[in-house]
C-alpha cells in the first residue's frame, strides 16, 4: 500500500486497519463513510469451492462489521478455468464456488450488488474467488481494531461460534502452491462456514453497537480471521500499545482435548473479539448469550471473557496450570520485510497489430461469436442465485448498469455505486497496462451510473513471489495501479494481496490486479442505467478508438495473440470523466455503458438486451478496429444530438425496430440476445 | 390511532428492516419483535412474518420456525382474526404452520412451498403477481382492484407449491389461490413462473382471509428508488410499487 496514494479529499480512514472508509456524503448534520474491505479465498476455494467461497464472503463481511459499519453490500470479482468440459475439476469449482457465494450471502442478508467472471485456462489450477464488501457507519461512530487508550485491565471478550480444529493452518495453507496429491490434507485447512449464526452474530452486534454509542464508551473490535485468537488479540492489544493475556480455558470450544496451540491459532469461523471496560462486558455479554441466544443457536456458541488487556508490552497465554507462551507483543505483530529483485519493465510484449480490416473478415461470424464468448455472454445465470435486493436499499441492482447502486441511509437520496473490473486476458500480456486499464474501468464503470469515484481497493492475485519472472510482473501492476489512481486522483483505502496462486509445477495464473471503485451519487434520481430508453436517440463513444487489439475478445477469435494493449491518455479520460458529469447532471444522458469486453458493437448489443423492448439500434462505424477494439471509453445514448468534438464520435441511433445493424447487415435482437444468453446457461442451469 | 403491527424475527431472519420500513411508511404503528421478546406479541393488531432462513431451512423452509413458540401467539391470534401476512419464508412458515391453506390442522401442512423447479437453485428475479381472487375475498387484498398486478422480487430457492392432487384442487376450489405469477402487461402464463410453482402460485389466502402468504418481496421495489427503469411521479424516496400491497394491508388494519 505504500506505494499506492491512499489520501485525499474523500478519505476518512485510510488503509491502516481491517478495511478503509470514504466519505460518502452529511445527512441530518452527521458525516456517513463507506467502509470498504476487498479478500481473496483463492486457495480454499480451489479445494472446496463451495465452502471456500462461502467463507470468503464470511471473512470480508467481518472486516467491514469491525469498524462499527452496518454491512450494505457484497460483491464478487470470480477467475474461473475453462469450463467447457463438464466433467473438469474447474467446472466443480466454477459451480460450487458461485453455489458457495449463494448460501452464505444470501442467509446473512447483504445484496450482491456488483462482480465479473472470467474464464481462462491460466486459472484451471488456481481459481480466483474475490470478495469486496462495503458498510455504512457515521464518522463519530467508527470502532477502531484497538485496544483504546487507558484500556489496561479491560476485559478481552471472544464472541461467536465454538473453537474446533478447523481452519488449522488456514493461512499458512494459504501461501502455499496448490498440490493435487495433497488435496485431502489440504481441505482440513479451509475453515467451516454457519451463515445462519453469523445473520444472529451480525444482529446482535448491531445491539451492542446502539448500546455502547447509548453510552458514549469506546470499545476496541476485531474480527478473527488468518492467526484465529493469537493473531486478533495481539493485533489488537499491540496497536493500542498494550500486551495481553488469554486463558485458553476459557475459550468455548467443541470439542475437549484440543491442543493449546490449535485453540490459539486454529481458524473457525464466525468469531469476533471485543475489547471491553469491565463494567459494561456483564450487559455485552446479556445481549449476545440471552437476548440473541447463541448458545442456543449453535451448539458451543457464545460471547465468553477469555483474558485481559496487559500494561507490559508482553503477550501471553495460559493453558492448564501452564504459560504457554510469553513473548514481547511486537515480535507477534511486526510486519516482515522483504524485497525480491524486479525483472526491468520490458518493451511492450507481443507484435503491433495489422490492420484486421485488411483481412477481410466478416464480421457477419465475428460479431455472433464475440457475444456468445465467455468473457461477454450474460451473467445473468450466475448472478440470478444470488439476492441482490434484500434491504430494500438496492436502486440498480445488477444487470442493468455498468456498476451497482444502492440507497443506504433511510430517508436520504444519497446513493453508493460500486463497480469491480480486471481484465485477465489483459493480464497475460502486460501486467503494468492491465492494472491500470482495471483502474480506468472500475472508474468509467462507477462514472456510467452517474456517480463520481470516491475511492478504490485491490487485490493482488498473483504467483510465486520467489520465482523472479512472476513477482516482476506483480510489482509492475501495483507501478501500474499507483499511475492510474495518480493521474485519476482516486485513492486507494484498503486492498489485499493473495500470492502463490501457482501450481507446483510453476504455472501461475494470469497476472490479475483486481480492482474495486466505491461511488457516490447526492441524488439517486439521477442514477444511469444502460438499457436504451428510446427510439432515434444519438449514440455517442465518449473516448478514443484505437488501433491496438492487444487481449481484446474479436482477436482471439480471430486467432492474434500478444498485441499491444490500448494505451491511456489520461488528461483526456480526466476530461471525458468530467464531460460525462457535466451530461449526467444536466439530464442529457438516457444510458450509458463502458465498452471493455468485445468492444462497441458488444456494448452497444448489451444496451439493446437492457433496454426498453423492442428498441434496437444502428451502428454506423465499421472495421474490426472500431467495432471490437476494446477499453476506449463509454458508449452513450444522448437525449439530443451533442456537438461532436474530439472526444466525442457519433457511433450511430436507436431505432424502433428490434434489430442490432452493423454495416449492411440486419442481425434480429432476439436471436443475438438468445446467443449471448446461453453459454453460460449450460454451465449454471 | 394507527394498528399496531409487529414485524416478528425469528433467528435466521434476515428482512425485518425493509419490510418494517414499509409498514411505518404505509402509516402503520410497526414494531420489530425478536423471538426472545415472544411474550410482548399479544397486544398486536397484525403481524407479518418477513423473509430470510429462518432456523437455517432445516428440514425443509419454515418447518422449524412453525414450531417456535412465537408461533403458538401467531396462531392463536389468527385464529381470533387478526390478520396475519407472510412474505416468503414468512409464507413458508405459514404453510408449514398448517394456517395456509388452512384446509388441515394445524401445524399439519396440506401444501407446502419448497424446492425450487424445475432447477432446485435459488433464484433472484424481479416478477410480478396478480391478485387471482375477488378483492374482498381476503381482508388483507380488499382495498386492491380486481385483478391487480404488484411488482415484487422473487428471491427465493423453495417457491414452488407443492401439495398433493386432492390438496391442489381444494385450494383452487376454495378460493385459497390469492396471487399468481403474471408478465409486466398482466398475462398469465408458465414462463412468468420464475420457480415452477403448482397452478403458477405465488400467494395463498385462509378461508376466513385474514391471512396472506405470498412468497416473492414486494417490500423490495417499494419505494420509487428500487424501480431501476421505472420512475414514478413523486420523490424518489416516496412508496410505490410493491407498496400498494402493504396499502391495502394497512387500509384493512384500520377499518373499522
Known sequence: MSKLPTDGPTVMQGPAEDAGILHLGDFNGERYGVVIAHESHNHPSQVVPFEGAATGVGGIVRDVLCMGAEVIAIADPLRFGRVEDPQSHQRYVAQGAVDGISAYGNAIGVPNIAGDVYFDAGFNENCLVNVVALGLVKENEIIHSAAPAGSAGWDIVLVGKATDASGFGGAAFSSVALDEAQAEANKAAVQVPDPFLKNVIMRATYRVFEYLRGRKITAGFKDLGAGGIMGCTAELCASGGFGAIVDLDDVNTAVDGLLPEVIAVGETQERLCWILPGEQTAEVLHIYNEEFSLPEIARGARATVIGAVQPEKRYVLRHGAEVVMDVPIDLLTAAVRCEPPVRPMSERKGEPSRRYIEDGHAIDDLFPNVLRHRDVASREPIYVRYDGVVRGTTVIPRGYADAGVIAPIVGSTLGVALSVAGNPRYGLIDSHLAAQHAVLDAVRKVAAVGARALGLTDCLNFGDPGDIEQYSEFAHAIEGLAIAANHLRVPFVSGNVSLYNASRRGHAVPASPIVACVGALDDIASAVTMGFKQAGSALYLLGVMQNAMGGAVAAELLGRTGGPLPSIDYAQVNVDLAMLRGLVAAGSILAAHAVNDGGIAAAVAQMVFAGESGIGAEIEIDGIEGLFGEGCGLVIEAKSDLAMNGRLTRLGRTIADPEIVVGKTRFTAPDLRRLWSEPLAEVYP | ?256
Not at chain 2, 419454515?62 to 403458538?72: I, K
Not at chain 2, 405465488?202 to 396472506?212: M, P, V
Request: charge should be negative.
Open chain 2, 1 to 256: 390511532m394507527s394498528a399496531r403491527v409487529a414485524v416478528l424475527v425469528f433467528p435466521g431472519t434476515n428482512s425485518e428492516i425493509e419490510t418494517w420500513r414499509i409498514c411505518r411508511d404505509v402509516g402503520l404503528d410497526a414494531d420489530i419483535v425478536h423471538w426472545s421478546d415472544a411474550a410482548m406479541l399479544p397486544r398486536y393488531d397484525g403481524y407479518v412474518l418477513p423473509g430470510g432462513f429462518a432456523y437455517e431451512d432445516r428440514i425443509r423452509a419454515g418447518a422449524v420456525p412453525a414450531h417456535d413458540p412465537m408461533m403458538d401467539y401467531v396462531i392463536e391470534a389468527a385464529e381470533s382474526g387478526k390478520l396475519v401476512l407472510g412474505v416468503c419464508n414468512g409464507a413458508q412458515i405459514l404453510l408449514e404452520a398448517g394456517l395456509l391453506p388452512g384446509t388441515g390442522n394445524v401445524r399439519r401442512p396440506t401444501a407446502a412451498f419448497t424446492k425450487n423447479g424445475p432447477v432446485p437453485k435459488f433464484v433472484c428475479k424481479h416478477v410480478h403477481i396478480k391478485l387471482a381472487i375477488e378483492p374482498q375475498r381476503c381482508a388483507i387484498t380488499a382495498a386492491l382492484p380486481r385483478d391487480a398486478l404488484i411488482p415484487a422480487w422473487a428471491a427465493h430457492g423453495e417457491g414452488r407449491l407443492a401439495a398433493s392432487a386432492e390438496h391442489l384442487a381444494e385450494i383452487e376450489e376454495g378460493g385459497h389461490l390469492a396471487f399468481v405469477y403474471a408478465h409486466a402487461d398482466g398475462r398469465v402464463d408458465s414462463a412468468a413462473v420464475p420457480n415452477a410453482s403448482a397452478l403458477g402460485c405465488a400467494g395463498l389466502t385462509n378461508k376466513s382471509g385474514n391471512i396472506l402468504a405470498i412468497m416473492p418481496h414486494p417490500e423490495r421495489d417499494a419505494w420509487n428508488y428500487n424501480h431501476p427503469q421505472r420512475r414514478e411521479k413523486g420523490s424518489i424516496l416516496a412508496p410505490s410499487g410493491g407498496s400498494r400491497l402493504f396499502e391495502a394491508f394497512a387500509a384493512a388494519l384500520k377499518s373499522p
